[in-house]
Each structure stands twice: as C-alpha cells, then as structure tokens.
C-alpha cells in the first residue's frame, strides 16, 4: 500500500507561547516546535500498514525551513520518503508563508503535492494543536475526490478495501467500510507511539527530501476566512491563586474547601 | 441575510447542542430569516419540533439514503439545498458529526468552516479558541457565497430560542434531494460500545483528574494516594488513557464521560475545551498546575499553581491531618 501522511509542525505543548506585537498571531522567535500528536497517530497507523501489508510512506507537510526537523523525525521513526511544501516566500509579512493561507488554501496546497503520487490512502491528524481547524483531512478527500471518514482508531485493510472503526460521542464506536483509495483523519490513542532508533535517525539522514516550492503547486492564498486578531482567553470564574510553598498552599486549600466550598 | 442552520438529531429529539447553535443563529439574524433544516429519512416529528421553536421556516430534506448518517450523503443533500438559496450563513452545531462532513460541504463551494465558534461579535466576527484553549482568535469571512460556522457546545445558551407567547408554528417545507446508492461511498456500521462500563463517574460525589503533567504511570501512585485521602473517584484526562496509564472508562471529556461533583480536582491538566467540556459544570474545581496561564484556571474556583510532584504530597498530608 502507498500512503501519504500529512503531519504539521506546531509550537510545543509545553513552549510558552507570548502574542506577537502585530496582535495576528504568537511571537515565533525562540518557540520550541513538535510534530502535532494527531499527526504522529497517523503515521504510526501508516507505519503499521505498511509493516502488514508492505508498500511505501510518504511524508508530506507544508511550511517554512524549520519543519524540516520534523520530517526528519518522521523518516528517522520509519517514512521512506519526504515531501517538503516549502512556504517561506509567500505573500506579504515576515514569515507569513502558510499564514496567508486559510484551511481550503492549505488543502490545496497539499492536494496539488499529492496527485502526482496517486496514494492508496492519506492519512492525517484528526486535528492540530495549534489552530485546531479538524477539516484538512475532510477537505483533501473532497478536492481529491476521495471517500473520507474521520476519528478512526484502527484500520483494517480488506479485500474490498478497508475497514475502520470510528470513535462517536460518550464512548460509542462504530466501524465504516470504504474502498482505496480513501482519505482517513486519525484520532489520537488508537495506538501506541514509536519512538525513532538511533540507527532510524542515521538512516533518516539518507532518505529523499524533496522540496517543493509553494508557488511551483499553482495555488493562490485568497482566503476566505481570516484570523484577524489574538487575545488572551477571559476567566469565566473568578479564580483564587493559593500561593506560598507547597504546604502552605496545599494546607490552606484544605482550610478553603473545608469552610467556603463546603466539598469537604 | 438570511441563515441556514443545520439541526442534529440525537435519539430521536433534536438535540440540546442544536438549540445552542439556533440561540448563534439568532445573533446573526432575527429569527424570521433563520430556516431550520432537519435531515434524514423519517424527518416530520424532528420538524415539529424545530416548527416549535423562533424560527422564520423548517426545511425537511427527506431521502431513504439519508436514514443513517453518512459524509457523502449528507454533503450531497445539503449541496443541493443550498445551492437554490443564498444564505449569508450556514450554522451548524459543532459535533463529530459537523465535523466529518460540514469541512467537505463547504469546500464544495468554494468556502471554509470556521469551526468550535465559542462568540459572535457585531462584523459578524466568530470568535475560537486557538492552542488548546491558550489563546482566543477572531475570525472574518470575506468573499461571496455562505459562511459556514459551527458552534462549541456550551457557548450559547439554548433557553433563549423558544417562540414568545402563543405563536403559530413556522411553516414546514419537504425538500427531496436527488441521490443515488451509487454515490454513497462509505457503508457504516451501528454504533456499538467496546465493553459495559463498569465506572460511572457521573454519580461520584469527589473526583481527582490528573492530565500529561503526571509524566508516567509510574507517578500515578501519588494521585492514587490523594484520591484515596479524599474517598474520591480516580479520573484522567484523555492522553492518559490514550497511552494506556488508564483505562478508558476513566476518561473525562468530549470522547469519554460527563461529570459533575461536588469538587473535581484537576492535577496537571491544562484544560483543553475537550476537557472541560466534561467536567465544567462541577460545583468546586481546583486546579493544580505548573503553568500559570493553563486555560484550567480559567474555569476553576481554586488554583495551585507549582509543581505537582511537591504539591500533591503536601496536599494528601493536609487533607489526612484536617481529618483527624
């Protein structure tokens, strides 16, 4: 089976992320970057097909130089191969590159990068952890014209196809057969993540990355839909902060929960 | 302009979430111009009840392939739908299912969903959250054609969209799309659940919730243990369970369960809106985390913020010494 994974470099959960003095976006400088685990679900459902049924995983993802690292990572857990959309010269401000895009844009963008290989099946991340859009999986089967299905846990591969559960609200499941080639929007758990070897990381450094210029794929920016500004979220409650050392803290939340909450 | 707003069905009823998205709508339109649509193959009680509601119209879009829901047919159905109106917008509660189909539907023409909406400011301008609940974002939609928006359960309130007085229902109109087996690509199953569940937290009076901040099951001993000072139920947030240091059954969230005690106390869980969803409408919440602008602290009453590894111990001796 070929597959194409679709995987997104996004701020590190942990990085601490400050508003960038333009109010459109945070300050990018000095971030820590990770792959966005969704995405990492994806490829290890990949990397698990193609150890049952054999083929070939391909790496896609879009943006500037520094996604780089997490391609590598990706080939260093096993992809065979990479394609890079590289974003840095497009459109107006400093770095704004994919940012001029909105989610149709990018779908494209990565629908163009994808044709010419005529996967099997694309995977993706149900979601990121950063703009936490959920549609790109769901746009690049209707631009590919591909049968789609979203917050898969497991698949299945069939004669006629493929089998896949899918998680539904408060704990239900239920499985969807479809045919290949097929559009899949992994949701997170589903398996158990692989760490890269020392010898994968030596291997990944061999491995082809190809870069793709964005503007070589023919796809304007034009977005419909703009993120025109940030803010830090409002408290909905008042919260009270419980400082001091670690005891005094926790003797003095008892001392709350006991005479002003009353949960004690 | 007109709004088009997409209600979901949920055992037979309309659900809550859907009045939550009409309770949007109206901020968009007054409800003369809002048209209900109901979907599926039997579609006249749930139009009946959306009649009922302050709305200018319910359309029944009818078909025998739109009895169980799938991406293709419900996409194709809406298409057809939409394409002899020119709503300004298309509202849409933001449940799995919106999100499995709505993305493909509007890419169908030519637009984006600006999707989990928590606000609408006068422009309009939709607001949503951005990094797992860190940050707020306002978003504009330029262009022709609708703007599709789904909206986050939660963020508006369904009591404000039941009809003033004695009015007369909205008028009911049957539309019939034009399908075809053949275009119905994927073939679904029932739904099923993996196994009985054996742990209802919904019934807990006390639950202790640790999130990613635990670091590793080996840790879970510690949370175990102020759990037990408390007499509370044990719950976890939905990467603990997805590495397998919980079982599932104890997850708290949108994909896991719904609580509501008397004191939910959220160890290293930094309260991405998944969560919260879950676990909001508790009486105390208590945060303990090492990052002080976790979105967590935002919907507690209570808040440590330091390192649980010092502060969780402390804790469990303060609870076992005010017991005593």
Redesign the interface.
Request: proline share 7%; aromatic share 4%; with cysteine.
């Given at each position: 089976m070929k597959i194409v994974v679709a995987i997104k470099q996004v701020?590190d959960?942990?990085a601490?992320?400050r508003?960038a003095a333009d109010g459109k976006w945070?300050e990018e400088r000095e971030l820590q970057w990770a792959m966005n685990?969704p995405d990492a679900y994806a490829l290890e459902e990949a990397l698990q097909l193609k150890e049952k049924h054999g083929g070939e995983v391909i790496v896609l993802s879009a943006g500037p130089e520094r996604v780089g690292s997490t391609i590598r990572e990706a080939l260093a857990k096993g992809a065979d191969r990479a394609i890079h959309i590289v974003c840095d010269d497009l459109g107006a401000g400093a770095g704004g590159g994919l940012r001029n895009f909105?989610?149709?844009g990018v779908?494209r963008l990565l629908a163009e990068a994808i044709k010419p290989e005529s996967p099997d099946l694309v995977l993706t991340g149900l979601q990121s952890?950063?703009?936490?859009?959920?549609?790109t999986g769901?746009?690049l089967?209707?631009?590919l014209g591909l049968?789609?299905?979203?917050?898969i846990l497991h698949v299945e591969k069939t004669d006629a196809g493929l089998k896949v559960k899918?998680?539904?609200?408060?704990?239900?499941?239920?499985?969807?057969?479809?045919?290949l080639p097929a559009v899949l929007a992994m949701?997170?758990?589903g398996n158990?993540l692989r760490y890269a070897t020392l010898m994968g990381i030596k291997r990944a450094k061999t491995k082809e990355l190809r870069a793709v210029n964005a503007a070589e794929l023919g796809v304007e920016a034009?977005?419909?839909?703009?993120?025109?500004?940030?803010?830090?979220?409002?408290?909905?409650?008042s919260?009270?902060?419980?400082?001091g050392s670690?005891?005094e803290?926790?003797?003095a939340?008892?001392?709350?929960?006991?005479t002003e909450?009353r949960?004690? | 302009m007109s709004v088009l707003l997409v209600l979901e069905q949920s055992g037979g009823k309309v659900s809550r979430l859907s009045w939550e998205a009409l309770a949007a709508a109206h901020r968009l339109a007054p409800a003369q111009e809002i048209t209900a649509v109901v979907i599926g193959a039997e579609t006249d009680a749930l139009a009946a009840e959306a009649a009922a509601k302050s709305v200018g119209k319910v359309v029944r879009v009818e078909h025998p392939l739109l009895k169980t829901y799938t991406?293709?047919g419900y996409s194709k159905a809406l298409h057809q739908l939409i394409q002899g109106q020119s709503p300004g917008q298309i509202v849409f509660p933001h449940?799995?299912q919106v999100?499995?189909?709505?993305?493909?539907l509007?890419?169908?023409m030519?637009?984006?969903?600006?999707?989990?909406v928590t606000g609408i400011a006068d422009g309009p301008?939709f607001m949503?959250?951005?990094?797992?609940?860190?940050?707020?974002?306002?978003?504009?939609?330029?262009?022709n054609?609708p703007?599709f928006v789904s909206v986050q359960a939660g963020a508006f309130r369904a009591d404000s969209v039941e009809t003033q007085g004695n009015a007369a229902p909205a008028p009911i109109e049957l539309f019939t799309p034009a399908l075809d087996a053949a275009q119905i690509?994927?073939?679904?199953?029932?739904?099923?659940?993996?196994s009985a569940?054996t742990v209802d937290l919904g019934s807990a009076q006390?639950i202790v919730s640790v999130g990613?901040g635990i670091k590793g099951a080996e840790n879970l001993p510690l949370i175990e243990a102020l759990a037990g000072a408390?007499g509370a139920e044990l719950a976890a947030s939905?990467?603990i369970?997805?590495?397998?240091w919980m079982p599932?059954?104890r997850q708290v969230g949108?994909?896991?369960?719904?609580v509501a005690p008397?004191?939910y106390l959220a160890v290293g869980i930094?309260g991405a809106i998944q969560h919260l969803v879950g676990m909001k409408g508790s009486?105390?919440?208590?945060?303990i985390n090492k990052?002080?602008?976790a979105?967590i602290?935002?919907?507690?009453?209570?808040?440590?913020?330091?390192?649980l590894f010092?502060?969780v111990?402390?804790?469990t001796?303060?609870?076992k010494?005010?017991k005593q």
């Open positions: 701020p959960r942990d601490p992320v508003i945070i685990e909105d989610a149709l779908a952890e950063d703009l936490g859009l959920c549609q769901v746009i089967a209707e631009l049968p789609h299905a979203t917050l899918r998680e539904l609200e408060e704990g239900w499941f239920q499985s969807i057969e479809m045919p949701q997170s758990g158990k034009a977005p419909v839909a703009t993120l025109e500004q940030i803010s830090a979220p409002k408290k909905q409650k919260t009270q902060m419980l400082g670690a005891k803290a926790a003797t939340l008892v001392e709350k929960l006991k909450a949960v004690l | 991406a293709d449940t799995y999100r499995d189909y709505a993305p493909a509007a890419c169908r030519g637009q984006v969903l600006i999707g989990d301008v949503r959250q951005l990094l797992q609940g860190r940050l707020n974002g306002s978003y504009r939609h330029s262009g054609g703007c690509r994927t073939v679904p199953s029932e739904p099923f659940r993996e569940q006390r990613r408390l939905r990467p369970c997805d590495n397998g599932m059954e949108s994909s896991g369960q719904t008397k004191l930094s009486q105390c919440i208590v945060a990052d002080p602008d979105p602290f935002e919907v507690a009453d209570y808040g440590i913020a330091g390192d010092e502060v111990p402390a804790l001796e303060a609870v010494a005010a």
